[in-house]
């Protein structure tokens, strides 16, 4: 059964960081690309941002320079590191193996004063 486990999401004030984690077996994490997603209250899931199976990267404009995206082949990991958080950045947070089409089940994110 393929799993992808996030952890890392919260409450963060404006201007704050977190950095969420998304683990996967291995045998699919070693072959695909993965992202991260996220759906606001009454929007459309989008893209964050993407990390090739050999590192190269790809991210959203509204999150470039700010958040990064990383992944650690010998932990099976993705980590997204934001910082300079936005009250706009809140969101259900999506960990994917889009090679496969695989997702995680989701965590929360709130930037609130």
């Known amino acids: 059964q393929v799993q992808l486990v996030e952890s890392g999401g919260g409450s963060v004030q404006p201007g704050g960081s977190l950095r969420l984690s998304c683990q996967a077996s291995r045998s699919i994490f070693s072959a695909s690309a993965m992202a991260w997603h996220r759906q606001a209250p009454g929007k459309q899931r989008e893209l964050v941002a993407s990390i090739a199976r050999f590192g190269s990267t790809n991210y959203a404009d509204s999150v470039k320079g700010r958040f990064t995206i990383s992944r650690d082949n010998a932990k099976s990991t993705v980590y997204l590191q934001m910082n300079s958080m936005k009250p706009e950045d809140t969101a259900v947070y999506y960990c994917?193996?889009?090679?496969?089409?695989?997702w995680g089940q989701g965590t929360q994110v709130t930037v609130s004063s």
């Open positions: 994917a193996a889009i090679t496969f089409n695989f």
